[in-house]
């Protein structure tokens, strides 16, 4: 019964638009009739997809998405399946479900880019054409960076977890509720269990994450009453809880009010599972070695551009698909657009950044198609909803540069979720709410069917008018 009322409730939710934000209407189609121009786009993940979809609608008819995966996940909800609040099952479905309506599945692996000649040649020697090509390929996360780690995720009593993966996301409640339980018989506080949670010197999809599943876990462990008897400690080579300013103040505020230990500066370069003990160094001071014993050992991987990706003429010279920040065309083909997680624009790596980034591609490639000056914008926006407890949720909005972009803010937010406000046990309860419940259901449902706008919720946004939308946010913020 209750989760038939979720449904319904996560339903009307998204059919009134709550998400993040609304803009005017556009009042121009994509395509006045259809196009028969082929795009190619590598990358079947929530960008690849997103895309896809909102071409079809809008009228192109040859769409083409490469990817190898037999699987598509909503990996946002891992955090929550690393906190016993989500199943692992919910996250995936097969591809060939997932595929938008009318467009070709290559189900294979890029090898190369020849921009030149407008081609992409696959893992097997084969050679795709386009006329357009949209590179929304991810990063890579490099799980052997860190040596002990994939030994410590592989063994079952090693007390290595990660939300990153979808197996070992199910690891990490397991392993706490072992951990659990040895606290429930031995309640011994003078000697406390040690939970690590780490952050990596790398860019990272969902930064906030590795903390969410530490204040979850540390919000049920009060529950049971028995926080007293676990040390919780945040590992970051940063010097704060987060990138931006004002919602790291809070984090950090919150850290000291719950009695989170941080690590700043700290670096985990390797891990003894055996001993169970982590290595760090300090990168403020020549980078001398510290070493930690765990019980519970949290790791937020290395990531970096794929290695097809690095080597490409697309590329920068970091391996990023060089794309110029607002327009998503990359800055060496008028013909090639990126986004998502393999570019180089300077916004946090977000599932929500993706949303907002897509019509931007969508509308400046019909510009191209149409041999018109690009006029669609990206502010940089992203978000990211901090799980600061097992039924509370930090919102964190902000554009390129950390501005805010707080939709739901009484002061700078739009009409009419500017009455809900940012702050109080009510709107977090509410962002929860959209977390757990909306936003996996308007995935599924709207956004990998091109109903979803992003910033929009489902009213196709105006992406024209998203440069003086940054500039008012600016001067208010």
């Known amino acids: 019964m209750l989760s038939s009322i979720a449904r319904l409730s996560a339903k009307a939710a998204a059919a009134t638009a709550i998400g993040t934000g609304i803009y005017v209407v556009s009042s121009y189609p994509l395509f006045p009739t259809e196009r028969n121009e082929k795009v190619v786009i590598v990358g079947g993940g929530t960008a690849g997809i997103g895309v896809a979809a909102m071409l079809r609608n809008g009228g192109v008819k040859n769409v083409s998405v490469v990817e190898p995966s037999t699987v598509h996940y909503y990996q946002p909800l891992w955090t929550l399946v690393g906190g016993g609040l989500a199943n692992a099952v919910n996250s995936k479905k097969d591809m060939k479900d997932v595929i938008p309506s009318g467009t070709t599945l290559i189900p294979k692996r890029v090898q190369s880019f020849s921009p030149e000649s407008n081609k992409i040649t696959l893992e097997d020697g084969s050679t795709v054409d386009y006329d357009y090509l949209v590179v929304a390929a991810g990063m890579k996360t490099d799980w052997n960076a860190i040596p002990g780690l994939v030994e410590g995720l592989e063994r079952q009593d090693s007390g290595v977890v990660s939300v990153y993966h979808p197996e070992y996301c199910s690891k990490t409640f397991k392993t706490f509720t072992d951990i659990q339980s040895n606290l429930k018989n031995n309640n011994n506080n003078n000697n406390p269990a040690k ?283």
């Open 195 to 477: 939970f690590l949670f780490t952050f990596p010197p790398t860019t990272l999809k969902c930064a906030g994450a590795p903390q969410k599943i530490m204040w979850i876990l540390d919000d049920t462990l009060r529950a049971n009453h028995q926080r007293d008897a676990v040390d919780i400690t945040f590992c970051t080579p940063g010097p704060s809880m987060f990138g931006v300013k004002h919602y790291s103040d809070k984090l950090e505020q919150l850290r000291l009010e719950r009695g989170v230990h941080a690590a700043f500066h700290n670096q985990l370069v390797s891990i003894d599972v055996n001993k169970k003990i982590a290595t760090f160094v300090d990168v403020k001071n020549n980078n001398k070695k510290i070493f930690k014993s765990y019980d519970m050992l949290h790791v937020g991987p290395h990531m970096g551009p794929h290695d097809f990706l690095k080597k490409s003429p697309l590329s920068d010279v970091n391996g990023w698909v060089d794309v110029d920040r607002h327009t998503m065309q990359s800055t060496k083909y008028e013909n090639v657009f990126a986004l998502g997680d393999c570019t180089n624009t300077p916004n946090s790596k977000t599932a929500a950044a993706v949303t907002s980034q897509a019509p931007v591609v969508v509308h400046n490639m019909g510009r191209v198609m149409e041999k018109q000056p690009l006029d669609g914008y990206y502010t940089g926006y992203a978000s990211c909803p901090l799980v600061v407890g097992r039924n509370r949720v930090m919102l964190a909005e902000f554009m390129y540069g950390g501005a805010l972009a707080e939709t739901f803010s009484r002061e700078t937010g739009k009409f009419p979720w500017k009455y809900v406000g940012t702050e109080g046990y009510v709107q977090e309860r509410f962002f929860f709410f959209l977390k757990e419940t909306v936003f996996p259901y308007v995935y599924w449902n709207l956004w990998t069917k091109g109903y979803w706008f992003g910033t929009n919720g489902p009213v196709k946004p105006d992406v024209i008018r998203r440069r003086e939308e940054a500039e008012a946010v600016k001067v208010n913020s």
